[in-house]
């Protein structure tokens, strides 16, 4: 994992092929399957897709995000508010990062990068806190997503 002040790299060797993963990251019902997350739509350029998390402990915690690009079997693109926002302090309303997620064939699979950036706009105090809650998210999702490929 590569954490940097504004965003965090993840990248995960699969063993599936890039259409696979691609169903696996774009499809909605395929999505929260591996993520956690009970999705109430599919995901559209220019929408906002809604739902619950269903991770055991954050089932409080709503899903929120706008798919900025699909770029079929190539990339694909949301923003959402990062996890670990405090709610004692105040943010901006419409404070968001940006996930990015780029598949690249290989000769096993498909190597999935996943960039989440944007937390450059975050207090500086509260910066560092949330990179690391939401790093320790991608190394749980990038798990996640392996092990449903399998």
């Known amino acids: 994992m590569d954490i940097q002040q504004d965003r965090i790299e993840k990248i995960v060797e699969l063993s599936a092929p890039v259409s696979r ?8 019902v395929q999505f929260g399957e591996w993520f956690r997350v009970r999705l109430d739509g599919p995901f559209e350029v220019g929408a906002t897709t809604t739902g619950n998390i269903t991770y055991e402990g ?11 690009e699909m770029t079929p079997e190539s990339r694909f693109v949301f923003s959402w508010p990062p996890s670990a926002v405090d709610p004692d302090t105040e943010y901006p309303a419409d404070a968001k990062v940006t996930c990015v997620f780029e598949l690249e064939p290989t000769e096993d699979g498909t190597r999935l990068t996943i960039t989440e950036s944007g937390f450059g706009q975050f207090p500086e105090k509260k910066r ?4 690391r809650s939401n790093a320790e998210g991608w190394d749980i999702q990038a798990k996640n997503i392996a092990d449903y490929l399998r």
């Open 58 to 68: 954050y089932e409080h915690i709503k899903w929120v995000s706008v798919t900025e």
């Open 21 to 28: 993963v691609w169903s696996a990251i774009t499809d909605h």
């Open 128 to 131: 560092l806190d949330i990179l």
